[in-house]
């Protein structure tokens, strides 16, 4: 069985958006969300030796995703693959899931009052595609994969390069990885 994750390699990010118009034409989502922003840092220093970073945000379809331990409905589901997604049929829109994730990543959907969020488009996933996101990332800043595949770019990347996991320190294990400048 994979265990999909994400590379985030920042040195690669231009801040172009592309990814978050993808997803967000492809999951259809309503005006008020967006499952995976870009933030810049800076710009910073004094000419000409100025930089930036862009740091793209998402669900970390974390090993132990508190967002799954909140759910009272079992509505938030976490696949064997490690894939975190919300099954609307279940969802009563109580929020206790948006409460408990660390990262800001679900988003409740006022009109049809269930949660949404990010779910590595699993659909296309099991069909052996990448999701949106990393499809249209022309810069190839965002690498998808099997993270237990010796042989997968995430795999060699996580192994090889020196990666950092946001707020790490709380145990949730998060799978989305970035490699920093």
């Known amino acids: 069985m994979a265990r999909y994750a994400m590379v985030m390699d920042t040195r690669r990010c231009i801040g172009c ?3 978050t ?3 967000k034409i492809n999951n259809e989502l309503p005006l008020d969300i967006i499952y995976n ?3 810049t840092d800076g710009p910073k220093g004094s000419f000409p030796h100025v930089q930036r970073t862009d740091i793209p945000m998402m669900c970390m379809h974390c ?5 799954v331990h909140a ?7 976490q696949r064997e693959d490690g894939i975190v997604w919300v099954d609307d049929s279940k969802c009563v829109g109580c929020k206790a899931c948006v409460m408990a994730c660390p990262y800001g ?15 590595f488009c699993k659909d296309r996933v099991a069909e052996g595609e990448r999701p949106w996101c990393v499809k249209t990332c022309h810069q190839g800043a965002r690498i998808f ?3 237990d595949d010796v042989n997968s770019e995430v795999f060699k990347l996580v192994n090889g390069e020196r990666t950092v996991r ?11 990885y970035y490699i920093m400048d």
Request: hydrophobic share 30%.
């Open 17 to 19: 958006q592309s990814c």
């Open 21 to 23: 118009v993808a997803c």
């Open 37 to 39: 922003p870009v933030f």
């Open 63 to 67: 090993e132990d995703p508190p967002c």
């Open 71 to 77: 759910c009272p409905t079992g509505a938030s589901i």
């Open 105 to 119: 990543a679900r988003h409740p959907n006022e009109v049809t009052g269930t949660v949404m969020k990010c779910d």
């Open 145 to 147: 994969g099997d993270l």
């Open 166 to 176: 946001l707020l790490d320190e709380l145990g949730t294990g998060p799978c989305v």
